[in-house]
Nanobody
């Protein structure tokens, strides 16, 4: 079965860290660009970070630059999102999504459609 499964969410105090994982099964994730997106209650979904296929480049939204880092381990068919210096406004359900990657290894957060979606994992930042 082809699917993406997220893990690593939870509750943390402001200033804390979490690492989210997005593991693919049934297909080779290294051919795909992967994005992390989030949706907070009452707000539209927003792209957070993306990484291109293979050893592709990365891009992050201004709201998380310098705090979040996206990476991938192609041997483990997994993409990670390391989140540091978390703020209450980072509270949301986080989703990973994959789309067949561009050959130049680029990625974009300006995309509405993906080939695969994970089920989401809750991140709550609160004191």
């Amino acid at each position: 079965q082809e699917q993406l499964v997220e893990s690593g969410g939870g509750s943390v105090q402001p200033g804390g860290s979490l690492r989210l994982s997005c593991e693919a099964s049934g297909f080779p994730l290294d051919y795909y660009a992967v994005s992390w997106l989030r949706q907070a209650p009452g707000k539209e979904r927003e792209g957070v970070s993306c990484i291109g296929r293979g050893d592709g480049g990365t891009y992050s939204a201004d709201s998380v630059k310098g705090r979040f880092t996206i990476s991938r381990d192609n041997a483990k068919n997994t993409v990670y999102l390391q989140m540091n210096s978390l703020k209450p406004e980072d509270t949301a359900v986080y989703y990973c999504a994959a789309v067949w990657g561009e050959s130049d290894g680029t990625c974009t957060l300006s995309r509405a459609e993906y080939d695969y979606w994970g089920q989401g994992t809750q991140v709550t930042v609160s004191s």
